[in-house]
């Protein structure tokens, strides 16, 4: 079985600050990783998820992430933060089975 | 064009009554899903169906029942509503069940139970 957590519930972040947004996943098979946002009143949608290969993945609106064996985490990072960056960020895995694991959410609040 | 549509957006109604929600998708996708989002934001799954046939069913009450009657529609039924199933449903979709397919949601259903 696997299973997600995302070590901040909420972020509050300056707009132009860089940001990390942390989380870690437990399984006993390989894993893929994904990123996904959601913004106010909508549905997620993904930023970028890890397959394999370069374990630095970049994906949309800026944002990167990090996948570390090791450690079993898989970061997100946004070297400077806009106001419309203020959403929801849910990270997730797969890796067995049918069944996509969510974290509970990271609230990332971007402040002027 | 909506890639995965739902409706109704919106959805009150009292305790004791039966709604549906319905689900489209114009991707071409084989794979679709709901999931079920509380108020802290956390997103369950509860039923995926590849290519009308269901793969994941996941311990939510019988009075839930999906209904797929082809591959770009996926329906949920619920009976005899609960204060407890007030939540945001989301349908997603994916092009298939491979584990590295990324989901497609919709823009959610509010439910509200009073």
């Known amino acids: 079985a696997q299973s997600v957590t995302q070590l901040d519930s909420q972020v509050p972040v300056f707009e132009e600050a860089p940001v990390e947004l942390r989380c870690n996943y437990s399984?006993?098979?390989?894993?893929?990783l994904f990123w996904y946002v959601q913004y106010p009143n909508q549905g997620l949608q993904l930023l970028l998820k890890?397959?394999?290969?370069?374990?630095l993945v970049k994906g949309i609106n800026g944002f990167e992430a990090e996948f570390n064996k090791s450690q079993t985490s898989f970061h997100l990072r946004k070297p400077s933060v806009h106001i419309s960056d203020t959403a929801e960020y849910f990270c997730?895995?797969?890796?067995?089975?049918?069944?996509?694991?969510f974290g509970a959410g990271t609230r990332l609040f971007v402040k002027a | 064009d909506t890639a995965v549509s739902q409706t109704p957006k919106y959805l009150v109604t009292q305790m004791g009554n039966d709604k549906s929600i319905k689900c489209e998708q114009n991707?071409?996708?084989?794979?679709m899903y709901w999931y079920k989002q509380d108020s802290k934001k956390f997103l369950k799954i509860m039923f995926s169906?590849?290519?009308?046939?269901?793969?994941i069913n996941e311990t939510v009450p019988n009075r839930f029942s999906p209904k797929s009657p082809d591959k770009a529609h996926l329906n949920l039924h619920i009976n005899s509503l609960e204060l407890g199933d007030s939540a945001v449903y989301f349908c997603?979709?994916?092009?298939?069940?491979?584990?590295?397919?990324?989901?497609?949601f919709g823009p959610g259903t509010r439910l509200l139970v009073l």
């Open positions: 997603a979709s994916s092009r298939s069940q491979g584990m590295s397919e990324t989901q497609y």
């Open positions: 399984s006993s098979v390989s894993v893929y």
């Open positions: 890890y397959l394999s290969g370069s374990t």
């Open positions: 997730a895995v797969r890796g067995g089975g049918f069944k996509t694991i």
């Open positions: 991707l071409g996708h084989d794979t």
């Open positions: 169906y590849n290519n009308k046939e269901l793969i």
